[in-house]
Each structure stands twice: as C-alpha cells, then as structure tokens.
Nanobody, 128 residues
Framework: VHLVQSGGGLVEPGGSLTLSCAAS????????IGWFHQAPGTEREGVVC????????YYSTSVKGRFTMSTDNGRNMAFLHMSSLKPEDTGIYYC??????????????????????WGQGTPVNVTS
C-alpha cells in the first residue's frame, strides 16, 4: 500500500502547477484523500480534502478559489491543480489518505497528527 507523488518544482508568482498522487495496493477513490502543505519551519496543514464517493470537499481559506483537487479512478490517482500561486504557497506538499471516515474538515485540520498513509512529499517553490 503506497502513495507515490510527482510534479512540483519551481514556478513564478501567479503561475500554475499540478501535483499528482498515485495509489497502489488499494482503491484510492474508496477513501477520503487530502493534500497537505508544509511551509518551511511550520507544521504540515491540510489545504484540500475530498470524498469522491459522495462528491464532497473541503478547502482551506488560504487556497479556496486557487487550488482544485481532482481524482482519476481509472488511473487510481489524485491531482492538485494549483493556480495563482503565491510565494507563501512554497513548501512541501503531501497527499494523504484518511481511513477513519471522519469529516473532511477534521481530516484537513487534524490529519497531520493522525493520518498514517502519506505520499513522499513534493517540493514547490514559488519565486521570481
């Protein structure tokens, strides 16, 4: 059971970037999935969490309107589409899976402390 991330890199402010998270050993769409951001020197925090089964989502105020999460059940993958990027979006992004079935807000708010299935992390650097 693994999550393998790809994407990320260097982008100018205002630019766009898409991160990918591929699952193996389980069906990603059957669980709640989230993307978490860890800025330098800070704790990891959830930015978007979704439940594909009931088409619900939760976005943090810092990314709402700029980031979108999608899934591709055929490829067993999740994506984070980031636009209008800001320097404060810089950091490591992790995809994570919630196996408890809690609310999406709880997952995004506290997932850092209890999720035990994570991708390896993808660095994003927003700079001119």
């Amino acid at each position: 059971v693994h999550l393998v991330q790809s994407g990320g890199g260097l982008v100018e402010p205002g630019g766009s970037l898409t991160l990918s998270c591929a699952a193996s050993g389980f069906i990603l769409g059957e669980w709640q999935i989230g993307w978490f951001h860890q800025a330098p020197g800070t704790e990891r925090e959830g930015v978007v969490c979704i439940n594909s089964a009931n088409a619900t989502d939760y976005y943090s105020t810092s990314v709402k309107g700029r980031f979108t999460m999608s899934t591709d059940n055929g490829r067993n993958m999740a994506f984070l589409h980031m636009s209008s990027l800001k320097p404060e979006d810089t950091g490591i992004y992790y995809c994570g899976v919630d196996l408890t079935g809690t609310t999406l807000e709880t997952m995004c708010t506290y997932g850092t402390y209890y999720l035990n299935l994570w991708g390896q992390g993808t660095p994003v650097n927003v700079t001119s």
